[in-house]
């Protein structure tokens, strides 16, 4: 564990806190003086390179500047949630890559069949009639020595030994055709299954319901699968491949070592048993050392995202958080680079250990060959034969070691990648239940939500009804849940109590993408999507071929967003998007008429509008608010804290830490005196002064 100064010169915690620094079996890990002894908590398998988190102690967790200065300490990466791949830790013994290789291959072949027969099959196929080639190179090889060994003037034993000769040239020719072929048909299957798989990771992350991206673990699993699981897919593939040409090479050659002398055989496999566990240790200890680092990772990559962003480039500069960033950055690098040394010294010496086995055995393997030699068991034709193919062997023994070691290794990153799936799948709202078309009336009954790992409800046994053709608004302080509560309108949340019915049926048993169709959403977190101005507005209905809603134009208009959208180079077809080229930019005004265009042209029969107009001029701002009127067929729930804006609705439903705590009409509420006046008036005396 490093205990040198950090980058601004500070000791490291172990030279600061006075706590024990305990030495465990999996490498070393602090223990604070007094704090309690967390020895019971799991520790998994075998660390590689000492990979614990550092834990906070209670002081300074509660004071989060205490360990501020301090390279090594990073409380908000002591996350132990690594923790929870315990079992993965288990499953990387080496019995149990053996045990689990076979239903790997199964599936890397599954996974190339899939996406191309021919292109498996000639991989395959190619790679061992390759293989038989080496036999018959070998043999062949072995008759020629014995020809020219043999007693008898020079140009009879050549011209004997030019038959065998011949062979073994074809031999090597038929080999390297078949190999290039192979290699062809493997390289095509790279790209193949990246498209497959890249595109079956999208379709994942962008059906799960949006209550898992709250989640932070499934951010996690997320990042990893597409960090690194996505793209070993083409890898596990291409190693099965070269496995299978490794095994076929060791077969071909130890078929022709067979026939010269069997004795030679398991002198093959003494020497082959140090590389292979040599090489699983390796790729064990990476794998396991990138789990624990993931937390850190990902930090690292936020980091790296706010320094290089345009987006985030106005504030880092307004602010001038280039040092804090900077210090940040250097902080969590300093611990990964620390993490990333550890790990190279302890592959490295694995690899010694390994390497030291691995020359003693072929040293066996060698003496023995001389000792049958001198003893007269094999002729020196067939002894040197028997070299030419214990060099063959060896090379694919190695290239069947690193294809096995690179198989299990990029098939544990690709575990993640299907784990991500599954999960993903597993928080998919499977289709099916009943369609539905509309909805002439809309109760919430008693609904709840609470977020994951939270105490208090975000909204808690809230009741109301929405019609169609009414003007609904949701007001209330900042945090009172009034999000919360349209995302459950809109069906982009499951109540964690409580029914939402629609026209009387609990809308969870309504088929959520009819549902979702009849729902439009300004929301107050919306993105600028980097398309041209069209399709920014056309996004949300972009496969809309019948003439229900407003045209582009329309929606644009009724968002003020038009005479804007002429007026940039390409008028409607300009490029949203400063990093490509003839990219354009808009203000945060104009971006937030455009996302109310998109609004509009959805045409939903439910219009969500959260602080829809935060951005916007007044004049814009009055516009579009005349727009929301209330319009016969559909129903709009406003939220904004400008309470002019709600005067005319038909209800208002006034909210206080996630419950409704008023509900009636402006002139209603003032009446009745409550939160709402205060608020109102409080807005209004800005006005009157
Ligand atoms: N994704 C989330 N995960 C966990 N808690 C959340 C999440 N989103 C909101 N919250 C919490 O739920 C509560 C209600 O948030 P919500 O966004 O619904 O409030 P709001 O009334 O819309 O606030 P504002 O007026 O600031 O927009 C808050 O305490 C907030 O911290």
Redesign the pocket.
């Known amino acids: 564990m490093a205990k040198e100064a950090g980058p601004d010169g500070t000791r490291s915690r172990f030279g600061l806190g006075g706590g024990a620094v305990e030495p465990t079996r999996t490498g070393v890990r602090q223990r604070a003086a007094g704090a309690a002894d967390d020895s019971a908590e799991p520790v998994p398998g075998d660390d590689p390179g000492g990979e614990q988190p550092d834990r906070p102690t209670t002081a300074e967790r509660d004071d989060p500047t205490a360990r501020q200065d301090d390279p090594a300490a990073l409380p908000e990466l002591a996350d132990p949630g690594w923790f929870h791949h315990g079992a993965t830790f288990a499953e990387t013994s080496f019995w149990s890559v053996a045990r689990r290789l076979p239903a790997i291959i199964r599936e890397a072949v599954a996974l190339a069949w899939g996406v191309s027969r021919t292109d498996t099959l000639a991989a395959i196929g190619l790679n061992i009639l390759a293989g038989i080639m080496i036999t018959f190179g070998l043999l062949a090889t072995s008759t020629v020595l014995r020809e020219l060994f043999a007693s008898g003037p020079t140009p009879d034993r050549v011209r004997s030994a030019a038959p065998g000769l011949a062979v073994a040239a074809l031999a090597v020719m038929a080999k390297g055709g078949l190999t290039i072929a192979a290699g062809w048909a493997q390289a095509r299957l790279a790209p193949q299954i990246n498209y497959r798989v890249e595109l079956r990771l999208f379709e994942a992350t962008t059906s799960v319901d949006l209550a898992a ?2 989640d932070a673990g499934f951010a996690e699993e997320m990042d990893r699968a597409r960090d690194r699981g996505m793209t070993e897919a083409a890898s596990i593939v291409d190693d099965t491949v070269n496995l299978i040409t490794g095994v076929v090479g060791v077969i071909a050659t130890a078929a022709a070592v067979t026939v010269i002398q069997p004795l030679l055989l398991p002198c093959l496999l003494v020497a082959a048993v140090p590389s292979a566990v040599t090489a699983i240790r390796i790729a064990r200890r990476e794998y396991v050392a990138l789990l624990a680092r993931i937390t850190r990772r990902r930090r690292m990559w936020m980091l790296a995202t706010l320094m290089a962003n345009r987006l985030t480039a106005v504030e880092v500069r307004t602010y001038q958080m280039r040092g804090f960033l900077l210090g940040e950055y250097r902080r969590v690098m300093t611990m990964e680079t620390a993490a990333q040394l550890r790990l190279v010294r302890s592959q490295t010496s694995t690899r010694v250990g390994g390497g030291s086995i691995a020359g003693l055995a072929t040293f066996a393997v060698y003496a023995v060959l001389g000792w049958l030699l001198l003893a007269g068991v094999v002729p020196l034709a067939a002894a040197a034969t028997a070299m030419l193919a214990l060099q063959a062997a060896r090379t694919s023994l190695g290239n069947t070691i690193h294809a096995t070691n690179s198989l299990y290794e990029d098939a544990l990153y690709y575990r993640d990648f299907l784990t991500f799936l599954d999960r993903a799948d597993s928080r998919t709202r499977s289709s099916g239940g009943d369609p539905v078309a509309g909805f002439e009336e809309i109760r919430v009954e008693e609904v709840s939500l609470s ?4 105490d ?1 409800p ?2 808690d046994q809230v009741s109301l009804t929405v019609r169609r053709g009414e003007v609904i608004a ?1 007001v ?12 459950l309108l809109a069906g982009l949340y499951q109540p964690t109590g409580g029914t939402i019915r629609w026209d009387g049926v609990d809308v969870a048993t309504l088929d959520a993408g009819s549902l979702g169709a009849n729902v439009a959403v300004l929301s ?1 977190d919306w993105w600028r999507f980097p398309f041209t101005a069209r399709q920014n507005i056309t996004i949300g209905r972009y496969d809309r071929t019948d003439e229900a809603g407003p045209t582009v134009v329309d929606a644009a208009k009724a968002a003020t967003a038009h005479e804007m959208v002429t007026g940039l180079p390409h008028g409607y077809d300009t490029l949203l998007d400063r990093s490509f080229k003839d990219g354009h930019d808009l203000s945060g005004g104009q971006w937030q008429r455009l996302v109310a265009a998109r609004g509009l042209y959805r045409h939903g029969q439910l219009l969500i509008c ?2 829809p107009s935060a951005a916007l001029d007044a004049r814009a701002e009055h516009a579009l608010f005349q727009r929301l009127r209330r319009q016969p067929d559909r129903a709009v729930v406003l ?1 904004t ?1 400008r309470l002019a804006n709600v005067r005319h609705a038909d209800r208002i439903y006034v ?1 206080r830490d ?1 419950k409704l705590i008023e509900e009636g009409t402006h002139d209603q509420l003032v009446e009745t005196g409550g939160l709402y006046r205060e608020l109102f008036e409080l807005q209004a005396s800005g006005y009157a002064e």
């Not at 977020?451 to 939270?454: F, L, M, N, R, S």
């Not at 209330?476 to 995302?487: F, I, R």
């Open positions: 991206f709250d977020y994951p790992d939270t208090e975000a909204v949701l209330g302080e900042n945090g009172s849940g009034k999000t919360t509560l349209a995302k107050q959260d602080e939220i804290h909210l996630g």
